[in-house]
């Protein structure tokens, strides 16, 4: 299903770490000992960088032998399992509606994608190394939050464009940061 929604960058927003602990707090307490650690990855992960206000999380699990009980948790608490989706050794979920992950208080959560990865899944170790460098390097964060803002100006209706626009930055930080993180 191809997604219509024009693409919209918003500032970064203190309120996204706080929307993502409240997740992983649901999610950690639910899946009980299967996840190894719960990663906020994605923009809105990166203090001061400009992002689609949706956050990145990526579950991770010791083997997919334990995707099962996984997947049977993750829709106790409202989430759809949805396949890899073309990436290997990782599974996204999507959520029935704004309360998932449900919980006791039944409040809104911030929207979100929710992925489940093996521990040496490359995706994963993407994820985090590219969070990690723009983390580390602030000069990084204007860079891409400039190319990010002009992307979305350019091609506010063509998400493909959008991404695709994003590779070039993406694969030249991989390259250059990857020995010094």
């Not at 989430?79 to 959520?95: Q, V």
């Not at 969070?131 to 990084?140: G, I, T």
Request: glycine share 4%; charged share 30%.
């Amino acid at each position: 299903m191809i997604n219509q929604k024009p693409i919209m960058i918003e500032q970064y927003n203190e309120e996204w770490p706080i929307a993502f602990h409240t997740i992983e707090s649901i999610l950690l307490d639910r899946l009980n000992g299967l996840a190894l650690r719960i990663e906020h990855v994605g923009s809105t992960s990166v203090p001061g960088l400009a992002a689609k206000p949706i956050i990145d999380i990526d579950v991770v699990i010791e083997s997919m032998e334990h995707l099962p009980k996984v997947i049977k948790k993750l829709e106790e608490l409202g989430y759809i399992h949805e396949g890899d989706l073309g990436i290997r050794d990782r599974e996204a979920f999507a959520r029935k509606d704004v309360y998932v992950p449900f919980s006791i208080e039944g409040s809104v959560k911030h929207e979100h994608h929710l992925y489940v990865c093996k521990r040496e899944s490359e995706e994963l170790i993407r994820h985090i190394m590219f969070r990690d460098a723009l983390r580390k390097y602030p000069s990084l964060v204007s860079e891409y939050t400039n190319l990010k803002l002009q992307l979305s100006n350019t091609f506010r209706n063509n998400r493909n464009a959008y991404t695709e626009g994003k590779t070039g930055f993406i694969t030249k930080v991989m390259r250059e940061y990857r020995d010094v993180l």
